[in-house]
């Protein structure tokens, strides 16, 4: 019996974009099902996903990256998806890549498949500002677990049935991704890289200006740091490990 696979893609103001998303699943990824998560869109995001038919939950009110994504995990965990991953409606993220992410996960060595540009280099890698945060982000993690993750921003991160059902349940509601890594790690889950390549950003603008990064460098420092101290104990959650 083959396994069911979720592409969670969270979209905010991604009218742009949010085909030619799609349409790289169908072509690249066409075992995977998707669900968009419309974060209350300003634009025809919803319009042009209700016009092409595309699975979307529209979110009554802007609730950000963390809740959109939650989202698609709580529709994962109720649907019974095996795995489920984030790719972002801005069309960066490459679904030629899924599948070689889902035959990692599925040795079973890892519970966190992360597609990282930072292993070969290759393909968009943001900017110089951005990369000298992520290099930030791989050194504290290091520093509070012990575990590199060469890529510890990327959205694109591909999780088991276990993880679903505890990402269905706490997710930070901003900037989660060095967060859920620490909070994963301390559970006692393994988190694994592959390399892949990004794509340019065809239309819009990055919701993480300038001034946002910094509130952006100085909240996931603080949030790592107290996912480290002890996030289950203000939770009661423990691991399983597989």
């Known amino acids: 019996m083959s396994k069911k696979r979720l592409i969670i893609i969270p979209?905010?103001?991604?009218?742009?974009?949010?085909?030619?998303?799609?349409?790289?699943?169908r072509e690249n990824a066409p075992s995977f099902d998707y669900v968009i998560i419309n974060d209350c869109s300003g634009d025809d995001t919803m319009r042009i996903c209700e016009k092409k038919g595309y699975n979307c939950i529209n979110l009554p009110i802007r609730s950000g990256i963390g809740a959109a994504v939650q989202a698609g995990y709580l529709y994962a965990k109720r649907y019974g998806y095996d795995c489920a991953i984030q790719v972002d409606g801005d069309g960066q993220h490459d679904a030629a890549f899924l599948e070689e992410m889902a035959d990692e996960l599925d040795k079973g060595k890892v519970q966190m498949v992360?597609?990282?540009r930072f292993i070969e280099?290759?393909?968009f890698l943001s900017s110089g500002f951005r990369r000298l945060g992520i290099r930030w982000f791989?050194?504290?993690?290091?520093?509070?677990?012990?575990?590199?993750?060469?890529?510890?921003?990327?959205?694109?991160r591909m999780v088991g049935r276990d993880v679903?059902?505890?990402?269905?349940?706490?997710?930070?509601?901003?900037?989660?991704?060095?967060e859920t890594a620490v909070t994963l790690l301390q559970l006692g889950y393994?988190?694994?890289?592959?390399?892949?390549?990004?794509?340019h950003r065809q239309s819009g603008e990055s919701?993480?200006?300038?001034?946002?990064?910094?509130?952006?460098?100085?909240k996931v420092t603080i949030a790592c740091l107290m996912a480290?101290?002890?996030?289950?104990?203000?939770?009661?959650l423990t691991s399983s490990g597989s």
């Open 11 to 25: 979209a905010f103001n991604e009218a742009g974009n949010i085909v030619r998303t799609v349409e790289d699943i």
């Open 114 to 116: 992360i597609g990282s």
């Open 121 to 123: 280099n290759q393909g």
């Open 138 to 156: 791989t050194l504290w993690i290091f520093l509070l677990t012990g575990a590199r993750i060469t890529d510890p921003t990327s959205g694109m």
């Open 164 to 178: 679903i059902n505890f990402f269905a349940e706490e997710y930070p509601k901003d900037y989660p991704e060095p």
């Open 190 to 199: 393994s988190i694994g890289e592959i390399p892949v390549r990004m794509k």
């Open 207 to 218: 919701s993480i200006s300038p001034t946002r990064a910094v509130y952006y460098m100085v």
């Open 228 to 236: 480290r101290l002890g996030y289950e104990r203000f939770f009661g």
